[in-house]
């Protein structure tokens, strides 16, 4: 077998592949197995048909098309493995030369990991903000544990915002009620806006019994979009008294004896997330600066397909909720579909880049994966995803995924690595020790998700080529 590799760009090769016939014979003898199965021929018996009265029988000429179908698949990954090429996702494959009893060739044009040349990695420096717990910060805190322990007071006025009302509802389009268009018995707090536009304003000054109708856009459903009149009657106004700030409050609320006692501990507490988010803040400018620094061509077909998933994906969701993509684009305050499109690909171009460096950095550190980074990855995602880690392992299993899936850790461990040495300081010039996060906590940004990714997997080492399945974590 012949074979020669011709770069097309940073991110694409074609293969030239020469077969000579003899080494098509495992091709032939499945595809004539599977022919004896099929065909009956009178005088034989099944499996039992020579081959050259199948060739008679059927005609050479799909023979050899079935043949050709049979062995290129095996021969275009035995050709990338003995080149250890780096293939993404399938190849456009083109018969040029099928000579009976001669030779079959073919080109095969594939996008490939680019070559990631790396600067130099040493001396690497981000900033932080600083730990710092305000007295506005506490008060929130406190202030939520207050709200758990309020207490509902019935109230013989009429609705005002941060009262509580028992309300029923009822939608009509065209004088007619929507199906699921009424409620009745419903819990809402005046003024948070959270239920429908309109809701608050038409809420407003009616007492116990009283009602009001409104006009509204609906949100979901085959009408969203349509403006439906929705009667609103309140059924009952209660006001919310919170509890005293004071000691009695600590020791119901809390272990404390003394309000002085909770706030230390909130203040403890909230220190102890921002320590976190230090170091989540850390990973992602010491991405941010290798994006900058690092120059990495993009396979567009990768980003193309990854979009394409995304977008095929986020549409089977809208379809759930009931919506379209005009309803999710202005409740999302996003300008248009070309804005949503435009950041999507921002956001998967990096994805792809991080991927690809951090793939190169762990190549250059040699970087492996073993039993025990596996375990404690499966075992983080696991409660996550709020499932044992048996489950989480055997749906990774099930989806094809543990190629990706180890790739994936990979890029952590490269990242973690590279973060315990760069030197971390906060706004005020602090250095900032991230020891308590290091390095099982600290993740590698999402992958670009992808259900294309490891299609050709037997033919490249898939711990060393970006995944793009994802999530499918």
Known sequence: MKSTIEELGPTRVRMAIEVPWGDLDHAFG????????????????????????????????????QVVQHAIPEVYSEVVRENQVRVLGQPDIEVTRLDDNDT???????????????????????????????????????????????????VERAAQDGDFVSIDLEAKLN?????????????????????????????????????KTFQTALLSGPNSGEMADVTVTVRSVKTKD????????????????????????VRTRLARTKVL????????????????????????????REIEWRNRAFEQELQQAGMDWDTFLSIS??????????????????????????????????????????????MAQAQRSRMSPEQYAQQLQQGGNIPEFVADVRRTKALAQLLEQTTITDASGNTVDLEALRPKTIQAPAAAESEDSADSADSADSADSPDEADEKA
């Open 104 to 154: 079959l060739a073919f080109t095969a044009e594939v996008d490939v990991a680019p070559q990631v040349e790396l600067p130099s990695l040493e001396n690497l420096a981000v900033s932080v903000d600083d730990v710092e717990v305000t007295d506005e910060e506490i008060d929130k805190q406190v202030d939520v544990m207050r709200e758990r322990f309020a207490m509902l007071t019935g």
């Open 175 to 211: 004088g007619e009620v929507l199906e699921d268009g009424s409620t009745s018995g419903m819990s809402y707090e005046v003024g948070t806006g959270q239920l429908m536009e309109g809701l608050d304003d038409a809420v407003h000054g009616l007492s116990a019994d009283e009602s």
């Open 333 to 378: 305050n996003t300008e248009s579909r070309e804005a949503y499109d435009a950041d999507q690909r921002k956001n998967v171009e990096e994805a792809v880049r991080t991927q690809f460096i951090l793939d190169a950095i762990a190549d250059a550190r040699e970087i492996t994966v073993d039993n025990e980074d596996l375990s404690a990855q499966i």
């Open 277 to 304: 988010q230090q170091g989540a803040q850390a990973r992602d400018k010491l991405v941010e600066h290798l994006l900058e620094i690092v120059e990495v061509p993009i396979p567009e077909n990768l980003v193309e």
């Open 242 to 265: 919170l509890p005293e700030l004071d000691d009695e409050f600590a020791q119901t609320a809390s272990e404390f004896d003394t309000l002085a006692e909770l706030r230390d501990d």
């Open 30 to 65: 499945e595809v004539y197995k599977e022919l004896g199965k099929q065909v009956r021929i009178p005088g034989f018996r099944p499996g039992k048909v020579p081959n050259r009265v199948l060739d008679q029988r059927i005609g050479r000429p799909v023979v050899l098309e």
